[in-house]
């Protein structure tokens, strides 16, 4: 019943910028602590920043200074602002989040279905 669903991924030049949303639904009682994942073909899938529920955000070095997580509760959406992408920073991109669902209560861990990122030289 609860989904994620991720946009705004796309092909871009090397210094160009993207920004990623996941927009959480279904009957949601509330959205704990989020995340950016990656990951490019052939590698372990790559924790790329997280934003708690009290509002502590953290970053991979490779990606520290560029991106940025960002939430909206009202829309129960999750952002994440990719600035100065270089080619490395190709890959699937996928968000997660701990939901609360208003028919258990109970928190689970959720994952959108990806979004490619794509970034050129």
């Known amino acids: 019943q609860v989904q994620l669903v991720e946009s705004g991924g796309g092909l871009v030049q090397a210094g160009e910028s993207l920004r990623l949303s996941c927009a959480a639904s279904?009957?949601?009682?509330?959205?704990?602590?989020v995340a950016w994942y990656r990951q490019a073909p052939g590698n372990q899938r790559e924790l790329v920043a997280t934003?708690?529920?009290?509002?502590?955000?953290t970053y991979a070095d490779s990606v520290k200074g560029r991106f940025t997580i960002s939430r909206d509760n009202a829309k129960n959406t999750v952002y994440l602002q990719m600035n100065s992408l270089k080619p490395e920073d190709t890959a699937v991109y996928y968000c997660?989040?701990?939901?609360?669902?208003?028919?258990?209560?109970?928190?689970?861990?959720?994952w959108g279905q990806g979004t490619q990122v794509t970034v050129s030289s």
């Open positions: 279904g009957s949601i009682f509330s959205i704990g602590n």
């Open positions: 997660a989040a701990a939901i609360k669902q208003r028919a258990t209560m109970t928190a689970d861990n959720y």
């Open positions: 934003f708690t529920s009290g509002g502590r955000t």
